[in-house]
């Protein structure tokens, strides 16, 4: 017999049962990415698999417990469970001025049902306030955690903005706890050994962008929040390039709630996005791929001609143009040829703060930039983007088209410009992947899938 004893954020495996434990054991792993090219691997050493099961402890994340239990039944293996959680007394809700809709009630209404999941929603679709009406409605000490530092301060923005009260927050040594209250977790990272009055303060865990939290320094810091039986992931993208999901799922739990792009483009909440994929022929060769990506994407004159081309043409129809990059040695020399601003990682806040607004008032029509706009930027006059950058991901690429679908009068679709680079196997691969991605969201691109196989 198993006993699974569920706590907030772990559960105790009580068996001696070596088969169980193998099972659990593999119920709680998942594939990892390029393990097939490690020695390990071709020595039928290692199977490629990575388990978040700890055998010493007997214990894994709450979250798994459906795959689990799942796991269990399909090999008729009897087991009970023991609820060991701790349930905080809820108190009196918490109002709010937001006029939800009716998309976002329902959002609300089944997180509260479940206690526990992952809400996927679109960029667009206005998570941060179906988060923060969560947060008012169960009324119990809520943090809500962000991946970034300008996040952190929009988030703490809206949250005063729709309560009228003072939100919290966690920043260096300043440590103002209430009943809503945001951090980052780069900063609780680095208070890891000191985190014992947080812990305790809350008992409920909202993680914005989610997608981010398969990361270790995530699953290391809300693995300690026992005291948090009411946990919530947010992401457009429920999905990594890791394949490491079962990591999301072993924080809060699994899908709880989806919001269609599709329910929300019917309702007028989202504009179509329309994909022009452009052809990059030549050919280019290096030891490693940043030579390759130097050569064919950042140092690429032809490429880079087609960038400056397609945002004047843009910029002539009456379009707001984001122009992302991936690399800063990319921005900086688009910017020096066109006289365009370009910010990254490294531009002090108000400046990043300065652009935003300049491009969502109209003062600024052309804007230049890294990662740093892939998340959490809400300009809805942005009608087009180009993709300088390359690469695969297909979380970046998914928050990328989404932040130019935000209706905006006048706006019928967006318009998103990428590059089909065909100057190495390695470039072109990376194109093929982000348009396997637009089709897969229902993305009108000018470049069929069938051109694959040509």
Known sequence: MVTLLIGNSSIKVDTQDRLALSIIKQACSYEVVGAKYTVPFQKKVWDGRKSIFDGRTKMFPSGLLYQVAAA???????????????????KPELTHKIELRDYQLKAVEDAVKVGRGTIHAPTGSGKTLIAIALACKIGVNFLILTNRQDMLYQLKEEVEKWTGRPCGIIRGKERDLRQITVATIQTLSAQVDSLDEIERYFEGLIVDEYHHSASNSYLKILKRFTRAFYRYGFTATPFRNDDASKILAAISGRVIHTVSKEELERLGFLVPAHIKMLNIEGSVTGSGYEEIYSKGIVNNAE??????????????????VLILVSRVAHGEYLSKVTGWQFIQGNSSKQIRTDARDSMRIGDLNVLIATGIFDE???????????FGGAGKSKVSVVQRVGR???PFPGKKHSVIVDFMDKQSPMLEAQSYERLAVYNRNGWKTDLEMSNFFC
């Open 376 to 386: 959490g930027i809400d300009i809805p006059s942005m009608s087009a983007v180009i």
């Open 303 to 320: 490429r880079n001609s087609k960038i400056i081309e397609e945002a004047n043409k843009l910029l002539l129809e009456g379009q707001r």
């Open 72 to 90: 269990l039944q399909y090999n008729k293996i009897p087991f009970t469970y023991q609820d060991k959680r701790y349930t905080p007394e809820i």
């Open 404 to 406: 130019s679908l935000r």
